[in-house]
T-cell receptor, first 113, second 119 residues
Framework: AQSVAQPEDQVNVAEGNPLTVKCTYSVSGNPYLFWYVQYPNRGLQFLLK??????LVKGSYGFEAEFNKSQTSFHLKKPSALVSDSALYFCASHSGGYQKVTFGTGTKLQVIP | GAVVSQHPSRVICKSGTSVKIECRSL??????MFWYRQFPKQSLMLMAT?????????EQGVEKDKFLINHASLTLSTLTVTSAHPEDSSFYIC???????????????FGDGTRLSIL
């Protein structure tokens, strides 16, 4: 069975500082890992994904994530946070076929001006 | 990019009313669509997986007769909340996966959600 964990309900960071939103996973086989962002009263938007290849993946809006197989982690990072980055972030694991996506519980990112 | 249109964005209605929510893939064919429910400050709860031309697969604990799903074409899935009650008030989100996404290595495409409020 797949599972994705986001240990922090909320992360607060000052504008301009680096940010990290944590995610760990437990999946069988090769993981397909994704990060999505949700703004208030909106659906989810795709940020980035790891399928294979380089462990550091870059995505939209300056975000990146590092896949760490030994620590089973896929933390989301950004070198310099913006107030507009404040949103709800979901880590997710996809699988092939018609199987469902497994979402983490979400982390609310608050960037303080 | 792939766009999913969800309509309506907000519904306020009386208890006992049935409400239909539409989810359309605008520029791709979606063989599979997913319906989620999201409670305040919580993650998405998958309600059902909708496959074009076949019956939806419901998650455990989701009432099939309460939440009717129809996926009659490759671009449209509908969720009907029958005889809605205040406890059905929630944020409902659909997502769609195109043919390339069946392998799991492509992102899902989400609608903007429907805020359902039952008085």
């Amino acid at each position: 069975a797949q599972s994705v964990a986001q240990p922090e309900d909320q992360v607060n960071v000052a504008e301009g500082n680096p940010l990290t939103v944590k995610c760990t996973y437990s999946v069988s086989g090769n993981p397909y890992l994704f990060w999505y962002v949700q703004y208030p009263n909106r659906g989810l938007q795709f940020l980035l994904k790891y399928i294979t290849g380089d462990n550091l993946v870059k995505g939209s809006y300056g975000f990146e994530a590092e896949f760490n197989k030994s620590q089973t982690s896929f933390h989301l990072k950004k070198p310099s946070a913006l107030v507009s980055d404040s949103a709800l972030y979901f880590c997710a694991s996809h699988s092939g076929g018609y199987q469902k996506v497994t979402f983490g519980t979400g982390t609310k990112l608050q960037v303080i001006p | 990019g792939a766009v999913v249109s969800q309509h309506p964005s907000r519904v306020i209605c009386k208890s006992g009313t049935s409400v239909k929510i539409e989810c359309r893939s605008l520029d791709f064919q979606a063989t599979t669509m997913f319906w989620y429910r999201q409670f305040p400050k919580q993650s998405l709860m998958l309600m059902a997986t909708s496959n074009e031309g076949s019956k939806a697969t419901y998650e455990q604990g989701v009432e099939k007769d309460k939440f009717l799903i129809n996926h009659a074409s490759l671009t449209l899935s509908t969720l009907t909340v029958t005889s809605a009650h205040p406890e059905d008030s929630s944020f409902y989100i659909c997502s769609a996966r195109d043919l390339q996404g069946a392998a799991g290595n492509q992102p899902q495409h989400f609608g903007d959600g429907t805020r359902l409020s039952i008085l």
